[in-house]
């Protein structure tokens, strides 16, 4: 159970093209999402969180108009990079979490590998 | 702000050593702890959640402990195999509804 599937994998766009970027929860009603970034050699980092009809919440130094996070259902969310830049070129991944699964396990996509040129 | 360190940041030690991973993180004030791992150009899979209340879990040759009040985890892992080669990653969440806070990892090489 808790399955997040994550599509796509790869993608390489040119500079100034917009990226979308969806996640979904395949056996459970994600209430949460979020959605991380890894630069190599560095950390996964929270970029905002977004809860099933509201507006995300965004981290303290993510651009909220740049990376545009849509959670209409409880089953999909997207994250779109838009006009995107060589340095948003980066490993992006998100993660679920259902209704009364605060103390369950965070379960992950298997992220998308972004490169911009 | 929260942070996580992770030592060794590499570890390459032969097949059938028991080894342990470290973990710390400065905000003791925390609400679970979760060790994952990743292999390359992977997502994460989850590999054991201590809650706040708890010592340590358990999952096969895998134990991870929790000493909250000094802001410590540890992964122990048991005869550990080639298969055990992945990056191992220790996360905090500060409430329930809050996202994770991630170390950078030890990237652990277990020669055959």
């Known amino acids: 159970g808790a399955v997040v599937s994550q599509h796509p994998s790869r993608v390489i766009c040119k500079s100034g093209t917009s990226v979308k970027i969806e996640c979904r929860s395949l056996?459970?009603?994600?209430?949460?999402m979020f959605w991380y970034r890894q630069f190599p050699k560095q950390s996964l980092m929270l970029m905002a969180t977004?809860?099933?009809?509201?507006?995300?919440?965004?981290e303290q130094g993510v651009e909220k108009d740049k990376f545009l996070i849509n959670h209409a259902s409880l089953t999909l969310s997207t994250l779109t990079v838009t006009s995107a830049h060589p340095e948003d070129s980066s490993f992006y991944i998100c993660?679920?979490?259902?209704?009364?699964?605060?103390?369950?396990?965070?379960?992950f996509g298997n992220g998308t590998r972004l490169t911009v040129t | 702000k929260q942070e996580v360190t992770q030592i060794p940041a590499a570890l390459s030690v032969p097949e059938g050593e028991n080894l342990v991973l470290n973990c710390s993180f400065t905000?003791?004030?925390?609400?679970?702890l979760q060790w994952f791992r990743q292999d390359p150009g992977k997502g994460l899979t989850s590999l054991l959640l201590?809650?706040?209340?708890?010592r340590e879990q358990t999952s096969g040759r895998l134990n991870a402990s929790l000493d909250k009040s000094s802001g410590r985890s540890t992964l122990y892992i048991a005869a550990s195999q080639p298969g055990d080669s992945a990056t191992y990653l220790c996360?905090?969440?500060?409430?329930?509804?809050?996202?994770?806070?991630f170390g950078k990892g030890t990237h652990l090489i277990i020669q055959p």
């Open positions: 993660s679920a979490r259902g209704l009364g699964q605060r103390n369950s396990p965070l379960h």
């Open positions: 056996d459970f009603q994600a209430t949460t």
């Open positions: 977004s809860n099933e009809g509201s507006k995300a919440t965004y």
């Open positions: 905000d003791s004030a925390i609400y679970n």
């Open positions: 201590i809650q706040s209340s708890q």
């Open positions: 996360a905090v969440r500060r409430g329930g509804a809050d996202g994770l806070t």
